[in-house]
């Protein structure tokens, strides 16, 4: 089992803890790397039906986790944004 896994709940793919909340089931609460707290419909849980964006927070926050550098940090924090690799940052 991988610690992280990513699941699609309230309009949004986000991370969540596998030691904590694994397995995932329809209609029950689980708290999100980002920090919320959502409950997955039936539908939520039909692989290949994700088409909800993903959660920003949790991509930075498994990024974080899995030790990315801060440059790369700041990379996927620009495309994110919208921002080409390059472009100056938002002030
Ligand atoms: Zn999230």
Known sequence: MQPYLWQQAEKYRHVYDTAKWYPIRAGVEFDTL??????????????????????????RGLAELAGWP??????????????????????
């Open 70 to 91: 801060p440059e790369r940090l700041e990379q996927l924090r620009s495309i994110q944004a919208g921002r080409r690799p390059g472009d100056a940052a938002d002030t």
């Open 34 to 59: 980002c920090g919320i707290t959502v409950a997955p419909t039936t539908k939520d849980l039909i692989p290949g039906l994700w088409l909800d964006p993903t959660c920003h927070e949790c991509e």
